[in-house]
């Protein structure tokens, strides 16, 4: 079955970096668009990156410029760069791949 399993999520002060990771396994990762999506409490779950087979990528309006998403085929891994955070980034961040979701990381941005 596939899996798909964030890391790198954690506290940090406003205008920190954090690198979210998603880890895929069962699944012929290269062959796939990956998206990385957020939830905030009380609010739905919204698209925040997505990057295609081919590395083209689109984000959300609210993140251009900070985050950054890519991939490398041969880890099997994508990857969120977010750059000068935002106590509204505060979320639990979701990598999806073919209808499959990972179990979240906590990303919490607070001084």
């Known amino acids: 079955q596939v899996q798909l399993v964030e890391s790198g999520g954690g506290l940090v002060q406003p205008g920190g970096s954090l690198r979210l990771s998603c880890a895929a396994s069962g699944i012929i990762f290269r062959i796939y668009s990956m998206g990385w999506y957020r939830q905030a409490p009380g609010k739905e779950r919204e698209l925040v990156a997505g990057?295609?087979?081919?590395?083209?990528?689109n984000y959300a309006d609210s993140v251009r410029g900070r985050f950054t998403i890519s991939r490398d085929n041969a880890k099997n891994t994508g990857y969120l760069q977010m750059n000068s955070l935002k106590p509204e980034d505060t979320a639990v961040y979701y990598c999806?791949?073919?209808?499959?979701w990972g179990q979240g990381t906590q990303v919490t941005v607070s001084s």
């Open positions: 990057i295609t087979s081919g590395g083209s990528t």
């Open positions: 999806k791949m073919f209808n499959n």
